[in-house]
């Protein structure tokens, strides 16, 4: 069992940044690789970014390179998404998720526990 809190989110003007985190307890963290989703109203929930269990490895959706880097601090329990140069088209719910799959999947169906999610919205 993993309990995910996500914080972080706003209200910001388009190129401006924010830094969300989500703070893990329970299971050791360090037992998961840890995704970022995003939700928009009328669309599905996507992947936008994942980092593997010692954050030696990370992948990002195409539309978020450059822009985005995730983070993640073992020691603090607590994984990280920087973002620059928002769009109003990263305007979105943003959970963060746990999986214990051993590459990082893609798809939410594979994450195991999820976070409350954090509103990020950016102004056009």
């Known amino acids: 069992q993993v309990q995910l809190v996500e914080s972080g989110g706003g209200l910001v003007q388009t190129g401006g940044s924010l830094r969300l985190s989500c703070a893990a307890s329970?299971?050791?963290?360090?037992?998961?690789?840890m995704g970022w989703f995003r939700q928009a109203p009328g669309k599905e929930r996507e992947f936008v970014t994942g980092?593997?269990?010692?954050?030696?490895?990370?992948v990002y959706e195409d539309s978020v390179k450059g822009r985005f880097t995730i983070s993640r601090d073992n020691a603090k329990n607590t994984l990280y998404l920087q973002m620059n140069s928002l769009k109003p088209e990263d305007t979105a719910v943003y959970y963060c998720?746990?999986?214990?799959?051993?590459?990082?999947?893609?798809?939410?169906?594979?994450?195991?526990?999820w976070g409350q999610g954090t509103q990020v919205t950016v102004s056009s």
């Open positions: 998720a746990a999986t214990t799959a051993r590459v990082i999947p893609h798809g939410p169906r594979w994450y195991d526990y």
């Open positions: 329970g299971r050791t963290f360090t037992t998961y690789a």
């Open positions: 980092i593997s269990l010692s954050g030696g490895n990370t």
